[in-house]
């Protein structure tokens, strides 16, 4: 639990008359009947990984923290663009297997894809080396 979260529990043992001290480590393991618990009207646990993540008593958060509307927000942003960026490729491989398959109706034999991956380490040599080409031609 980070730093002074146990606090917060700490205030609400303290009103349901459950802690008498200050220190909540003596009462620990804790455990709440029906009884203890029928004031409060709406009681949420959310688990992770085996453990509480959070705990929300009425409006109070015992442990955790409520989101902001700003992380929401990022949250739906990033979840629209990365479904966007997922569709485009469904799309993108869907378009190219028809094109392949356009092409091999036509033709009777497949496109020729060239080596990728050394096209690639090329193309990454002529950044790093500043855009400048071993062609004697060019130079000339």
Same mark, same amino acid.
């Given at each position: 639990?980070?730093?002074? %979260?146990? %606090? ?12 008498? %001290? ?10 709440? #009947? /029906? +009884?203890?618990? *029928?004031? =409060?009207?709406?009681?949420? &646990? $959310? =688990?992770? /990984?085996?453990?509480?993540?959070? !705990?929300? @008593? /009425? ?6 923290? *409520?989101?902001?509307? !700003?992380?929401?927000? @990022? ?5 629209? @663009?990365? $479904? &966007? ?15 392949? &398959? ?9 496109? +020729?894809?060239? #080596? ?16 400048? $080409?071993? /062609?004697?031609? $060019?130079?000339?």
């Amino acid at each position: 639990m980070p730093d002074g %979260e146990h %606090e917060k529990i700490q205030v609400f043992l303290q009103q349901l008359g459950i802690l008498k %001290e200050d220190n909540i480590r003596k009462i620990i393991p804790l455990f709440f #009947n /029906n +009884e203890q618990l *029928k004031k =409060y009207n709406k009681i949420e &646990v $959310s =688990y992770k /990984n085996k453990g509480i993540e959070k !705990i929300k @008593i /009425n409006d109070l958060f015992l442990k955790g923290k *409520k989101i902001t509307l !700003i992380e929401r927000l @990022i949250y739906y942003t990033l979840t629209a @663009i990365f $479904s &966007v960026i997922g569709l485009f490729g469904v799309w993108l491989v869907f378009g190219l297997a028809k094109l392949h &398959v356009e092409h091999y109706k036509k033709t009777g034999e497949t496109i +020729e894809i060239t #080596n990728l991956v050394v096209a690639k380490i090329e193309g990454f040599k002529y950044v790093i080396k500043g855009f400048k $080409s071993k /062609n004697k031609e $060019s130079e000339g």
